[in-house]
């Protein structure tokens, strides 16, 4: 803990002149980054330094403020970077201000990325019981030229709880990835049951096979025995053999009829399938989803990358969008006000200009 030698009021401790401190920094390279790319970015970076500090002043705390630049990946259509500010409030301890070494109130403008993975697809082989999608809570809604995620509920750890909010900042009227159809959806869920119902299947059948085998082991070694092999056969083998004979009728029933539903819901008009995938898990089925409103709190929107919102004749530096995140604890006066006066100092027509640069 830093601190100061002045008296400590805790009720003036909100109206205490903060500090601004610059983060660690690295005069390395980034993996994949080319210097030209890592230049621009530390320039867009120190943009968004200027935008902040020039109409935001730290009250109570200390802004602990600098740039994270990530690698390149072959699959990302641009770099991720960002710009990041932790907030670190004063506290009284006797009659000494000190500054908080951990925060979980931090804010963020973020080159390239958001919230959700947008570059990547899940592969064929994922696991049947997946989603076969990246999701997110929520759509944005567009308002003024740019998309807002509504405000969300978050774990700060600690049983602490506090709020988020995120916004988008993107060509006109565009988003850096696209929603999933319930068609597509459907689609590969049809496909992950075939594969799960086999695999199964195949489970199952191996355990029965396992069991007979051990049981003409047993046999071997119980043979001067009756009384043993009697008990192995009762209360080990069959056990084994009926809940297994058992499981591989249920296995059939349960994916048949989850697949029956997916027949049925394919069968609905192309309009209603067209529609984005918001889903949940359905409660009676776990086999299943159901599919839901963006209103509804376990509802998941269903993502997948979208490479044609990216201009590829630019650098892999230049930021194609923003996104930015304040989170943090709302209830505690110095972090409650640090959260609103730092996003009156996020002008998004700044950002939006930024594109392409």
């Not at 890592?38 to 109570?60: C, D, F, H, W």
């Not at 710009?83 to 925060?103: D, P």
């Not at 195949?202 to 001067?224: P, Q």
């Not at 993502?303 to 004749?313: C, R």
Request: net charge negative; with cysteine.
């Amino acid at each position: 803990m830093s601190s100061s030698a002045q008296d400590c009021d805790k009720e003036m401790l909100p109206q205490t002149p903060g500090i601004w401190k610059e983060g660690w920094k690295s005069s390395a390279g980034v993996i994949g980054v080319t210097a030209a790319d890592l230049a621009n970015e530390k320039k867009i970076v120190a943009q968004l330094r200027a935008m902040i500090k020039s109409k935001y002043t730290p009250m109570g705390l200390e802004a602990l403020e600098g740039g994270g630049y990530g690698r390149s990946y072959p699959n990302d259509q641009a770099n991720r970077y960002q710009y990041n500010i932790y907030i670190l409030h004063f506290f009284c301890e006797g009659n000494v201000i000190k500054t908080a070494t951990k925060t979980t109130t931090t804010f963020q403008i973020i080159a390239n990325d958001f919230i959700a993975e947008i570059y990547d697809t899940i592969g064929p082989n994922a696991d049947f019981s997946g989603y076969g999608f990246h999701h997110m809570a929520d759509m944005p809604v567009e308002k003024d030229g740019y998309w807002y995620f509504k405000e969300t509920d978050v774990n700060l750890g600690m049983f602490m709880t506090g709020k988020s909010s995120t916004w988008l900042i993107t060509y006109q009227g565009k988003l850096p990835f696209a929603y999933v159809s319930k068609h597509s959806f459907l689609v590969k869920q049809k496909r992950y049951l075939l594969k799960g119902s086999a695999e199964s299947l195949a489970s199952l059948k191996e355990t029965l096979k396992n069991n007979e085998e051990e049981k003409a082991r047993k046999e071997v070694e119980y043979k001067n025995d009756p009384k043993k092999l009697e008990y192995y056969l009762r209360m080990d083998y069959q056990d084994i053999k009926e809940r297994h004979e058992k499981s591989i009728i249920d296995n059939e029933k349960n994916f048949k009829n989850a697949l029956d539903k997916i027949e049925t819901q394919l069968k609905l008009p192309a309009e209603e399938l067209n529609q984005p995938s918001i889903i949940k898990q359905d409660p009676n089925d776990y086999l299943s989803y159901l599919f839901t409103t963006d209103d509804d709190p376990f509802g998941r929107v269903l993502i997948q990358p979208n490479p044609g919102y990216f201009d590829k004749t630019l650098p892999r530096s230049s930021p194609q969008f923003f996104s930015v995140t304040i989170k943090g604890d709302h209830k505690f006066i110095i972090t409650a006000n640090a959260m609103v006066e730092v996003m009156k100092a996020v002008d998004f027509d700044v950002l939006k200009n930024m594109l392409g640069e």
